[in-house]
């Protein structure tokens, strides 16, 4: 019979997903041209030939053992020395895990796991820092202005393989960082490093190191224009813990944000500063979100965000402005759900009498924190009608709360933990919606039913006769 010849099949490259013909559109992950043709191997049996019966299975590695007889000495998290990554992590790296931590460029991933590094060989662990990015010149001037020069950190500039694993194999490391994951390639797969089966080999074989070995490894990912990890989506799949590291270029802020943890939670958040002398810990960032609670300035309003379990004060600030004649009136939101803010703006109109349509409406928040849960809706109403009438806030007030489309205040989560957030930070008083939330000593939270009773409350809207206490 004549051979058949070998079929080919679509591989995307931006997300690994196979398919058996040709389309110009990718429908997993959406992209556009992505879709490129790539030989389909003929699979094979146990024995590596199809056809052939499979040889007996050999005697296991590891013996089968009662639950309750394996330690737990395996899955133990160790400190890496950053207070915050920790928190974020659930207590550390444990033995054997892979972590990928991804960013835009410039973010400053490097500069973040160069001071993991340095923690970890100060505290007497040996650390291998494997750069495909940089030189190695490069990172040891920035160990220098970071202060991360440390005995027991070694470095390897290099983007291969199979020299990884031969520099785990002698130096016999307790923590590997590769930088990055998309620079790095092997022989053993087809493409260019960065590419679909390149970055899936090369994490498959630095997982099974890890596992091999109990050794941590930390992994740089890059991240698309879209904000998700670059490369197959079987990546993250591949990995124990995902962390997204966030950050505006103009701001000094950093979070990291956990997506994926097998050893703990995902609702965790870990703040950063960036400064010249490299990345410092934030463990009170609340001042960070406010320009400065003592300050009466109209259109400004301050809330509590929650940052996965974390609460955090955040400050918004408006501006009503007249507009231009014969110009349609303009609405610009930072930082802030536009959806959201144009809501409140319609219930503000219609529910309140406030005559928004003739004017430009600016809103944003401090500090470039992004609010994006419905718990600042409050906030930005309070915010917009002090602007509005040019009238300020009386200070050391609170609003939380979500508002519907009928004006009505809805409850919000957590709201007992942002209520005790806000007394240490010393503020006296808060407006809630109805819900029996207790309040921390020294705080006054009064309830509101609705958008305009609360307006009332702060004196923006008719007399605030009685600040009645909740409860």
Not at 45 to 72: C, D, F, N, Y
Not at 138 to 158: D, K, N
Not at 237 to 260: A, I, N, P, Q, W
Not at 373 to 383: C, F, G, R, Y
Request: charged letters at 20%; aromatic letters at 2%.
């Amino acid at each position: 019979m004549p051979s058949r010849a070998r079929a080919s099949r679509f591989e995307c490259t931006a997300c690994g997903h196979a398919a058996a013909k040709w389309v110009g559109r990718c429908p997993d992950c959406g992209g556009w041209g992505t879709v490129e043709e790539s030989p389909d191997l003929p699979s094979a049996g146990r024995t590596g030939r199809p056809g052939v019966a499979p040889a007996p299975a050999a005697r296991p590695s590891s013996p089968v053992r009662l639950i309750g007889e394996v330690g737990l000495e395996t899955a133990k998290a160790r400190p890496t020395g950053v207070a915050e990554l920790d928190r974020v992590l659930g207590g550390g790296l444990v033995p054997g895990v892979v972590v990928l931590l991804a960013g835009e460029p410039g973010v400053g991933k490097s500069t973040l796991l160069l001071e993991v590094a340095a923690q970890r060989a100060r505290a007497g662990a040996t650390v291998l820092y494997v750069t495909g990015e940089e030189s190695a010149g490069q990172v040891r001037l920035r160990a220098e202005r970071t202060g991360g020069l440390a005995p027991h950190l070694f470095l390897s500039a290099t983007g291969d393989l199979e020299e990884v694993a031969a520099h785990v194999e002698a130096v016999d490391p307790e923590l590997l960082v590769v930088d990055s994951v998309q620079t790095v390639g092997t022989a053993t797969a087809e493409g260019s490093p960065g590419g679909v089966s390149q970055v899936r080999t090369v994490t498959s074989a630095l997982v099974a190191l890890a596992k091999q070995r109990d050794l941590p490894v930390v992994l740089i990912g890059h991240v698309t224009k879209d904000g998700a990890v670059a490369g197959p989506r079987t990546l993250e799949h591949l990995v124990d813990v995902v962390l997204s590291f966030e950050g505006d270029r103009h701001s000094t802020l950093r979070m990291v944000r956990g997506l994926k943890n097998r050893f703990g939670a995902t609702d965790e958040v870990g703040c950063f500063e960036m400064n010249d002398g490299g990345i410092t810990e934030v463990t009170d960032p609340s001042g960070l979100f406010t320009g400065g609670l003592e300050r009466t300035v109209a259109g400004q309003a301050v809330t509590v965000a929650m940052e996965g379990k974390r609460p955090l004060m955040a400050e918004v600030q408006a501006l009503v402005a007249t507009r231009a004649n014969d110009t349609p009136p303009r609405r610009v939101v930072s930082d802030l759900d536009s959806g959201r803010v144009a809501k409140i703006l319609a219930v503000l109109q219609e529910r309140c009498g406030l005559r928004l349509h003739d004017k430009d409406v600016f809103v944003a928040t401090v500090g470039g924190m992004k609010l994006r849960e419905p718990s600042a809706d409050l906030a930005v109403a309070i915010a917009v009608t002090s602007a509005f009438h040019n009238q300020p806030v009386r200070s050391g007030l609170v609003a939380i709360g979500e508002v519907g489309l009928g004006g009505e205040l809805r409850r919000v989560v957590a709201l007992e933990r942002r209520l005790a957030e806000a007394g240490r930070l010393g503020i006296s008083r808060a407006i809630v919606p109805p819900g029996d939330a207790r309040t921390p000593k020294g705080l006054t939270a009064a309830v509101a039913d609705d958008l305009h009773g609360a307006l009332m409350r702060t004196g923006l809207v008719g007399v605030d006769a009685d600040f009645s206490p909740q409860g």
